[in-house]
């Protein structure tokens, strides 16, 4: 109670502090935590925290994007023809219950994720690796309990062994995903989560855990203690019984401040180390070269974001206004003619997007795909803002009604998200001025109601973005163009070629075959204008120029940033 007391009492006063305390990091973003259990941290808002309350068997190495190292496994040999994979443990890890790690928690945490596998997560790849399918026992009778049994078990000399179907040489990445963080089964069934027995395996297929009992009462084995959390605000302290090396910053305070002028205020005042920021043109032109800060730049970008357009809108979002082609709103089957997709897509200005939002730092992408990746084909044709060109596509839309009548269209953006806001005011400026029938209004709505409404399908539009789970270009393709890819329910296309190269591209390890049939699938999302391509920008990060432990070359965009590897000056 005493260390609740005296962070409470940090959190207060922080407004007051001219430079946040040494031994206390303050965070302020823009977004909330939808989750702290791993088993459905799936956004980098909640991945942010819980990499630093949890950990994995593996992790990546410095700055590399695909070299690996053991974190809560020691070493790990691979037989049975690349199928069988057997870790060694570390010894003497504590749970921040006190309790100390076994093997029996880690077969019980990626039990948990196979039962799980809901919607919510990231649990699809790894479920995909060790069951042969996507999908949960829900959706797939395949899924049997022993085979998520015999999938993942303990040998006699307390070694972990996964046993999957197939060859996977993706599997190791899979494994350094934050979801599948090392959890205490005694901790968590006693919680009244799983009680990771056969029992009552049943009932928690495909359960949602964004609000489970364990992410209310976090426990893991990494170097941060969760304190307290509300709404707004998200305590913790350094863990005393950390196996690892000890953490410099005792104390964490993050904190959702929304509007973007009072996170600059309370960041160049000394009184928040990390913020989010408004974009590069705006954390340029405000943050960049002022005293205290130190800027790092240049850093590779490794995300990919669209503007989705929903093609099978559900009315229960309640943004379909008369549910008709008639001026006053929309069809739910709005996006479905590609004459509309390519209009919107003509109507954005990615010009003027790089230079608002990325200050002139950014290049049109021509896939969905990051450009440092293998599998990206520079080569493939892209939309550029061209009034004409979707004035004419507007006036072929459902066979000349659209045109005709008008339409409302209403679309939701991140709210206090500066890229995401201005991207759709472009749209929608650009949008309206081509005929005075056509509306669009927009709406700020909370990242978390937006990830949970946009999985339904019950938003129409979309600005989302994916970074990569592991490094892979499969993780990017068949996530956006799969018609049962991650994304699927949020635009709701499908192509039947598309979906057969996708499947030909992740069954072979033949490098030049895959990059064939990525440029295939680049080609035909071209033609069928599934999304609009959000230009990708040249990252950058900034901080208070008091924190150590963050160069250009320890910068790794895999992972957040860890607080145990800070200190403050």
């Not at 459905?40 to 949890?54: G, K, N, P």
């Not at 006190?98 to 479920?127: H, K, P």
């Not at 297929?205 to 084995?221: A, R």
């Amino acid at each position: 109670m005493k260390k609740i007391a005296i962070l409470s009492t940090l959190l207060v006063a922080s407004m007051a502090f001219a430079v946040t305390p040494k031994d206390t990091l303050v965070i302020q973003r823009s977004a909330d935590i939808p989750t702290m259990d791993p088993g459905v941290t799936y956004d980098t808002a909640s991945s942010e925290v819980v990499d630093q309350m949890y950990e994995t068997l593996l992790t990546y190495s410095g700055s590399s994007l695909t070299k690996l190292e053991p974190l809560l496994a020691t070493k790990w040999t691979i037989s049975n023809g690349g199928k069988t994979y057997t870790f060694d443990l570390r010894k003497n890890v504590k749970f921040h219950s006190g309790a100390t790690m076994t093997c029996a928690d880690a077969e019980y945490t990626f039990e948990r994720n196979l039962v799980t596998n809901s919607a919510e997560s990231g649990n699809w790849f790894i479920a995909e690796s060790l069951t042969g399918s996507q999908s949960n026992a829900n959706d797939d009778k395949s899924i049997t309990w022993a085979k998520i049994d015999k999938a993942v078990e303990c040998n006699s000399k307390g070694q972990l062994v996964f046993t999957l179907p197939k060859v996977d040489p993706a599997f190791l990445a899979k494994l350094a995903y934050t979801g599948q963080a090392i959890i205490e089964k005694k901790y968590t069934a006693g919680l009244g989560e799983w009680s990771g027995t056969e029992s009552d395996w049943k009932t928690w297929v495909g359960k949602d855990l964004t609000g489970s009992n364990l992410s209310k009462k976090p426990n893991g084995t990494g170097p941060y203690k969760f304190v307290r959390a509300d709404a707004n605000t998200f305590l913790a302290t350094a863990f005393e019984g950390y196996w690892g090396k000890k953490p410099s910053i005792k104390n964490v305070i993050s904190q959702k401040v929304p509007e973007l002028a009072a996170r600059q205020q309370a960041f160049l005042r000394g009184d928040a180390d990390f913020i989010d920021g408004g974009g590069r043109a705006v954390d340029e032109a405000q943050i960049k070269g002022k005293p205290g800060v130190t800027w790092l730049d240049n850093l590779p970008n490794t995300t990919s974001n669209a503007i989705f357009m929903n093609e099978k809108i559900d009315p229960a979002g309640g943004l379909l206004g008369s549910g008709k082609l008639d001026g006053k709103g929309i069809p739910s089957n709005f996006f479905s003619d590609v004459n509309v997709r390519r209009a919107f897509s003509y109507a954005f200005n990615y010009d003027q997007y790089i230079k608002d939002v990325q200050n002139g730092k950014g290049k049109k992408r021509t896939m969905l795909l990051p450009d440092i990746f293998p599998g990206y084909d520079a080569k493939v044709k892209t939309y550029s803002y061209n009034a004409k060109q979707a004035e004419a596509y507007f006036k072929k839309a459902f066979g000349g009604q659209l045109w005709k009548n008008g339409f409302t269209l209403t679309a939701n953006y991140r709210a206090s998200s500066v890229p995401a806001q201005t991207a759709m005011e472009i749209l929608k400026r650009n949008v309206e001025a081509i005929n005075p029938k056509f509306k669009v209004n927009l709406q700020a709505k909370q990242w978390s109601e937006m990830l949970a409404s946009s999985k339904k399908g019950q938003e129409a539009m979309i600005l989302i973005g994916w970074a990569p789970d592991y490094a892979d270009p499969d993780n990017f393709m068949y996530t956006f163009y799969a018609s049962d890819g991650y994304y699927s329910p949020r635009a709701n296309w499908k192509d039947a070629s598309v979906d057969k190269w996708l499947n030909q591209a992740r069954s072979t390890v033949n490098t030049a075959q895959r990059n064939r049939l990525y440029s295939l699938v680049g080609n035909r999302a071209y033609e069928q204008a599934p999304f609009i391509l959000v230009p990708g920008g040249i990252d950058y990060t900034f901080f208070r120029s008091n924190i150590k432990g963050i160069t250009a070359q320890n910068y790794n965009p895999m992972i957040s940033t860890r607080w145990a590897d800070l200190s403050k000056s």
